[in-house]
């Protein structure tokens, strides 16, 4: 091997040995950035269901204390939950904020279904006007008044609409900026041409609910009029005649995720 070869090997290996330095080391990073919350996969009581993934236990990315998407400041929780001292959102405020997040999408079939104010953020759900099948779910920021896609099952299992959702947030929560805006392809999303029919029907989603109820919430009792959306169906469900909170169920595996993020129930309203 002459010298001028040997050389260029060496230079190569090099450079492939800091390539993987830098993965392993950015993964590290990574990872201790969000914490073990995100180690630990997707294992937590807020998940239940047959044939699932998420029935285990323990801190994990989509809910809990500390989670990515649970209690607590973290990453994908929009502008932060825990929002002691603050004054609830009005319905009113909360209506503003969807409207001009729906004006945005300039789409004239989405209208709003349903409001709700808790006291961390103000929770709506947007309908199709010409099916009333929901759409997607959107939550509002208490400090800043803006709407925002809510995370979980929205931005998880909505077949239809999960791509509007995703260029919302890609763009830097709606105006706000960020790199990921210059990704013109999420620009063009639209919504997609999916069947609204699930394996999964209202009254199993009700069961499935109600059997994760009993386990996890002894004495609560989830509506028997869950909302369906593209791939699942959200629903609250009730504790000594009060609202305690709220949930999902996969359409197709009957997978239960609880919506740990907002807070204490105050009123809501619906519409025609």
């Known amino acids: ?50 044939n699932n993934m998420m029935n285990g236990r323990g801190p994990n990315m989509m809910g809990g204390n500390g989670g990515m998407m649970g209690n607590g400041r ?3 929780n929009g502008y932060g939950y825990n929002n002691a001292n603050l004054t609830p959102l009005t319905i009113e405020q909360t209506k503003a904020a969807a409207e ?6 300039d789409n004239a079939d989405l209208e709003i279904a349903e409001i709700m104010i808790f006291d961390n953020n103000g929770y709506i759900i ?36 999960s791509g509007l959702n995703h260029r919302y947030m890609m763009s830097g929560m709606g105006g706000y900026g960020g790199m990921m805006n210059m990704m013109s392809g999420w620009n063009n999303a639209a919504p997609l041409d999916v069947s609204a029919t699930m394996t999964v ?29 593209y791939g699942y169906y959200t629903f609250d469900f009730e504790k000594d005649g009060t609202i305690a909170g709220m949930l999902s169920v996969n359409g197709y595996s009957g997978q239960v995720i609880l919506h740990t993020w907002h807070g204490t129930f105050i009123e809501e309203v619906e519409y025609e």
């Open 100 to 105: 001009k997040y729906l004006a945005n999408l």
């Open 126 to 161: 947007v309908k199709e006007a010409s099916t009333g099948i929901g759409a997607f779910e959107l939550l509002v920021d208490p400090v800043s008044q803006i709407a925002y896609p809510e995370h979980g099952p929205n931005m998880m299992w909505n077949l239809k609409y």
């Open 1 to 50: 091997m002459n010298k001028t070869l040997s050389t260029t090997l060496t230079v190569i290996a090099a450079l492939a040995l800091s390539a993987v330095i830098f993965f392993a080391g950015s993964m590290y990073a990574r990872a201790n950035a969000f914490g073990p919350s995100m180690m630990y996969g997707w294992n937590n009581t807020n998940a239940y269901g047959p």
């Open 74 to 76: 973290n990453m994908m």
């Open 201 to 229: 029907t209202p009254e199993q989603a009700v069961q499935y609910a109600q059997q994760y109820l009993d386990t996890n919430y002894a004495g609560a009792t989830a509506a028997t009029n869950p909302m369906q959306f």
